[in-house]
């Protein structure tokens, strides 16, 4: 992740925003998928991305049967007295 961060604010000047590296490691997923397929139709690349494992910036990304992202976690915001609050991360 280091080393994109680094990547990524040299080459755009800004530091990265939020979602950069999860949008990088979606792109690179979908590619990595497209290139196993040798296509872009999704008929065809689709099978390819629910076996797919890909080592992105992010962590390693893999799908279950459902086509849910395996091991991944959600973290759940409120807002109280004009603050954001954590309360939960799920894994």
């Known amino acids: ?5 680094k990547h990524f ?3 755009h000047g800004v530091e990265v925003r939020l979602y950069a590296p999860y949008v990088y490691d979606a792109v690179n997923v979908l590619v990595a ?3 196993k397929a040798d296509s872009t139709d999704p008929k065809k690349y689709l099978p390819e991305l629910a076996k797919i494992r890909y080592d992105g910036v992010t962590g390693t990304i893999a799908f279950d049967r459902r086509g849910d992202i395996k091991d991944g976690s959600l973290t759940l915001y409120t807002f109280r007295e004009g603050r954001k609050t954590q309360l939960m991360v799920t894994s």
């Open 1 to 5: 992740m280091e080393a994109f961060r």
């Open 9 to 11: 604010e040299e080459k």
């Open 33 to 35: 998928a497209m290139q």
